[in-house]
């Protein structure tokens, strides 16, 4: 363990900043979720109201968990904030580990540092500190934030304690994986599936008879039952379960040369197929993972969303945040209630665009834009391949979400119609993630070490969606954000004027970044 210490406080020195914002994002799901409730339901009787409506509805159940204690501000914030902030932590783990193991060695500097005198289980123990430090901090600060809110002790401590806990089963995961892989994009795929394993089998299990949520780490989590009667003894479950892996991921580690991994990369054809030939085919083979991910994140999103049916009225009852989505969509709170959910999943699932529209400025640091631009490839087709599966992705995952959203809302309500409805309400806010993506690929063309710098763009979006009229932000730097200049389908009618603009607009910034990459060199 020689040089631990060291270890440990320059990955805390070089993770500080992104450590910080993981850790508001984290602490932002849970709190966020209290403030709402807060303000949409006013007084117990719609808290009451809205129990007795979500406790039976299946869809809310699969995506959340198990419905207890909907009647307390409490239960609604544990029920809504505890799956995805498990999520949360589980992703932090694996950018953590992956950031400080498999990173480290496929760039190299992994070896050059073991050339000095450090031990040869320093650096891993120190990227998995690093990670279980994280996740305390994690949870120390998820239970303060629901004190805030005036709840019970006991209910936040089991709220942090069971995220930070989970948290730390993932960083396990992560960093047996990356024994067994000898590149980062595998480590993270592995880690990234046994995540979203863990949700499946505890919607699938919360929905069922309850049998399969006990193979999750997520269903143990939601198992400690916070602001529902506290029990401590399922912590017993992540706590071995982490024993375990980590037991494995050493004894893995001792058995494998730095560097390389368990399981070696498959070798690829001896010719490259036809599909490999063009700057597309490549673009679509290096993005087609990912892609398959967010669509079925789009899908699973919208599908939950339309579940609700048109029982929003009983939902959201008569608060203040019910009258502002009367507000912003129009007189029909289901079709405005679907306008915003639509808005929501487009903002959400931006997230496809801008690091698509990044993907190129991967390849170019691990230095294969290189070698690809010495055969007969013309750069600006490389660029143009990147940017089709960006443009056409965004489409797939925008069309998936309003078509998961009609077809809940059909189920629950048999009216089909809704698939061509919410698709199209869905699809009228591509103009404005466009340019989002259009941003990205300005920034990679003229400046692409700040090409990351684009996801303040999003970042800004929000900030104007969710607090611009609280705020009082001016209306010209709202008018800075693409998505207030277009209308709230199906509870507003389209504005083609707006989208032909915005889309214009769009296209505009990605010429010019297009141009700029085909000006600068490649490095």
Partial sequence: MTGLTIFVRAFLRRDRWALLWWLVGGTAVYYAQGAQTKAQYATQAALDQAGASFEHNAGFIAMFGPARALNTVGGQVTWQGAAF?????GLMSMFLVGRHTRVEEETGRDELVRSSVVGRYAPMTAALLVAVIANLLLGLLVALSVVSFGLAAAGALSLGLGV???????????LLAAQLTDSARAMYGITGAVIGVSYGLRAVGDVGDAVLSWFSPIGWYQAMHAYSGERWWPTVLPVAFTAVILVAAFAVFNRRDIGAGVWPTRPGPSRAPRSLLGGLGLAWRLQRGSMSGWLAGAFLGGLGYGSIGDDVKDILGDSQFTQ??????????VDSFYASAALLLAIVFAGFTISSALRPRGEEDAGRVESLLATALPRRRWLLGHLAITVLGTVAVLG???????LGFGMVTGEWSALETHTGASLAWLPAVLVLGALTGLLYGVLPD???LAWLGLTFCVVV??????????QWLQDFSPFTHLALVPAQQADWWAIVVVLSVASAISL???????RRDVR
Wanted: aromatic share 14%; no cysteine.
């Fill in 85 to 89: 902030g498990a999520i949360l932590a």
């Fill in 164 to 174: 930070a806990l989970t948290g730390i089963a993932f960083t396990a995961v992560a």
């Fill in 324 to 333: 502002d989505i009367l507000a912003r969509g129009g007189t029909d709170l």
């Fill in 400 to 406: 998936a979400g309003g078509f998961g959203m009609g």
């Fill in 450 to 452: 700040w090409a990351s």
């Fill in 465 to 474: 969606l969710v607090f611009g009229t609280l705020l009082q932000f001016p």
């Fill in 512 to 518: 010019i970044g297009q141009w700029a990459f085909s």
